[in-house]
Structure formats: C-alpha cells, structure tokens
C-alpha cells in the first residue's frame, strides 16, 4: 500500500499563487505515476496533471497547462502542485493520486480561490 499526505491548501485571491504537497509512505515503489485530481461542485472529476516515474514531460490538464507545474523531491518520496495565476474556476478539494489505475488516494485539500 501506499499512503498519501496533502498539505498546502487554502483561500487566495484571483491572480495568486499556491503549493501543493503530497507525501508519499509505505511501498513508495508503487507510487508511480503520480498525479492530481480535482472535484468542484456541479463538475466531473477532473484529472489535472500527472508525472511518471522518469519525471520527464508531465501531463496536465488544457485548463491549467501554462499555470500549473508538477515536480518532485524524490529524496523525501513528496510531489507538489505549484498553482500559479489561479482563477475562481480552480476552486476545487484537489486529490494526490498515485500508482496504476490511481489505486492510492490522498484525503483530499481544499483550495478556495476568490475574486
């Protein structure tokens, strides 16, 4: 198995910035790839980006490509999320996922950003 932490949500202003982290424990071999998903309201689950285990050319959703950047400490097995030029529309509880077929969920961090 493997366990996944969040951390680093919060309430921001439109146009601000915000750091996920998720770190990983357990068989920490099945972490990859790794990634993220988020859940709004009123919206489908929505994956918004994911790095295999090369670490090369992550993946990210079209919504957040240019904004959003995933890497990785792989000394401290930890993933992060940097948000950048966040907008309303990325209001969101934002799940680290992790291993084939995302088997391995995080509790989930809520990320609110304002006008």
């Known amino acids: 198995q493997v366990q996944l932490v969040e951390s680093g949500g919060g309430l921001v202003q439109a146009g601000g910035s915000l750091r996920l982290s998720c770190v990983a424990s357990g068989r920490t071999f099945s972490m990859y790839p790794i990634g993220w998903f988020r859940q709004a309201p009123g919206k489908e689950r929505e994956l918004v980006g994911a790095?295999?285990?090369?670490?090369?050319?992550?993946n990210y959703a079209d919504s957040v490509k240019g904004r959003f950047t995933i890497s990785r400490d792989n000394a401290k097995n930890t993933v992060f999320l940097q948000m950048n030029s966040l907008k309303p529309e990325d209001t969101a509880v934002y799940y680290c996922?992790?291993?084939?077929?995302?088997?391995?969920w995080g509790q989930g961090t809520q990320v609110t950003v304002s006008l």
């Open positions: 790095i295999s285990w090369s670490g090369g050319s992550p």
């Open positions: 996922v992790a291993g084939s077929g995302w088997k391995y």
